[in-house]
């Protein structure tokens, strides 16, 4: 098959969710099928010639990505009718880019990653009526809004964001309604993102295609690094997403003084890149670290006592729950967390929702560690076997190219 992928970054070198699942899926595809890639360049970045994609794929097309100010996006958030993630990489520049691409080319299938690229899989899909479009939800967009504006709301200093949510929350309602009805295809990340999407268009065919891990990156049985001492917790992930930034406000405020109560030396690591500023105020917390980005998450996660997931909003298949698995780290999250992933508490992990629960469940696995770790090899052996069972690139990828060539045996949508 001529696949024309079109991604909101460039997916290599794959740095965080997106662009891990958008790199593998191109690298796995292109061993049988000619891809060709559509995707924006943030600023200051340029496509080398030694980089993955350009040996991955026919041609690699870029247009920068566009400068929108806070002012703007003020106003399109009272005025338009498209949500912000519609909206964030419109450009008249790329749609031309684009354009001037379809005229040379003839595809098969386009695949749009997200709803930032929804737009631009439309406009393909009409220049070429024959293609069949894809549209690839990374999460049910409108429901991780709706769920961020009910924990925002509980909280009187983020009842402007809770504001800002409720208006997405229905525009994306509206918005990602159209693009699955006008899709050949839909694909979700995860069971419980598929169901919400099905709530949007009850009579269309919506397929689960998880996110995945490449399980060479991540040896095991793990390496064993010096301890580190005082004993560390762990949370890794883009720390200027907005679930991100909630967990961890959450935990280092609720969970862990709690944690500290029983052993003071307790620390907490946040690795990510972007820390937003209202994490600023966790590094005068005693025993918390805002790393920023680092070149390697991987010896951070190893050195680590315990790997803790406190999201209380999002969506999708988490990569860091899959990372922290085929790592062999013991691992505690809340049931959003893990959703969708079919991991069992006390079994590959342990879960707990509530500040009490949660603080509990990380003590025991300290405790244990202290003596002899038994607990936590059994939760790291299972947890490891997990991964290698369900969510290898090499197990995910082939379920993606059936949804193709089914789609290919119908004919393409006229409602576009």
Same mark, same amino acid.
């Given at each position: ?26 690298? &796995?595809?292109?061993? %049988? ?14 496509? !080398?010639? %030694?980089? /993955? ?8 097309? +870029? ?19 498209? #949500? ?13 880019? &684009? ?16 709803? @930032?690229? $929804? ?6 899909? @009409? ?38 949510? &409720?208006i997405q929350w229905n525009k ?12 050949? $295809? ?33 040896? *095991? ?15 890794? !992930? ?44 966790? @590094? ?6 805002? +790393? ?17 997931? #406190? ?5 999708? +298949? ?39 629960a949660f603080a509990a469940a ?20 299972? !947890?490891?076997? *997990? ?12 379920? &993606? ?8 045996? /119908? ?6």
């Amino acid at each position: 098959m001529k696949i024309l992928f079109l991604t909101p970054q460039l997916p290599y070198p794959p740095r965080q969710g997106t662009t891990i699942r958008n790199y593998n899926l191109i690298r &796995l595809l292109a061993q %049988d099928h000619q891809i060709d890639l559509f995707s924006f360049l943030a600023p200051g970045e340029a496509l !080398g010639a %030694d980089n /993955h994609l350009v040996a991955l794929c026919g041609q690699v097309i +870029t247009a920068p990505q566009p400068a929108r100010s806070l002012a703007r996006r003020a106003v399109d958030t009272l005025t338009a009718n498209r #949500p912000d993630m519609g909206l964030r990489l419109e450009s008249q520049e790329a749609y031309s880019r &684009l354009e001037a691409l379809l005229d040379e080319e003839s595809y098969d299938l386009i695949q749009a990653e997200g709803i @930032e690229m $929804a737009a631009y899989g439309l406009a393909a899909a @009409e220049s070429q009526p024959s293609a069949r479009l894809v549209f690839d939800d990374h999460n049910a967009e409108y429901l991780l809004q709706k769920r961020s504006a009910l924990v925002d709301l509980g909280n009187p200093l983020r009842w402007l964001a809770a504001g800002y949510s &409720l208006i997405q929350w229905n525009k994306l309602h509206r918005y990602e309604q159209s693009i699955c009805s006008h899709s050949d $295809a839909v694909v979700a990340v995860s069971e419980p993102d598929r169901s919400a999407l099905v709530q949007l268009v009850p009579d269309r065919l919506i397929d689960v295609v998880p996110n995945g891990i490449d399980l060479a990156e991540f040896p *095991f049985p793990p390496p064993r690094p010096a301890a580190q001492q005082p004993p560390t917790l762990i949370f890794t !992930g883009k720390m200027d997403y907005r679930p991100n930034v909630d967990a961890i406000l959450w935990f280092a405020h609720e969970v862990l003084p709690l944690i500290q109560a029983q052993k003071p030396d307790v620390r907490l690591q946040v690795v990510g890149m972007n820390p937003h500023r209202r994490l600023a105020p966790l @590094e005068q917390m005693p025993g918390v670290e805002i +790393t920023g980005a680092v070149d390697d998450v991987r010896p951070y996660v190893y050195g680590a006592a315990v790997y803790v997931v #406190p999201l209380r909003v999002g969506g999708g +298949t988490r990569f860091k729950v899959l990372e922290a698995l085929a790592s062999g780290k013991p691992l505690v999250s809340t049931s959003l967390g893990v959703e969708g992933l079919g991991l069992q508490d006390g079994r590959e992990l342990l879960i707990a929702d509530e500040p009490h629960a949660f603080a509990a469940a990380v003590l025991r696995l300290l405790d244990d560690q202290a003596d002899g770790g038994q607990v936590c090899a059994g939760l790291s052996a299972a !947890g490891r076997r *997990f991964v290698e069972s369900h969510f290898t690139w090499e197990q995910i990828v082939p379920r &993606l190219e059936r949804i193709y060539q089914a789609t290919l045996r /119908h004919t393409p949508l006229a409602n576009r």
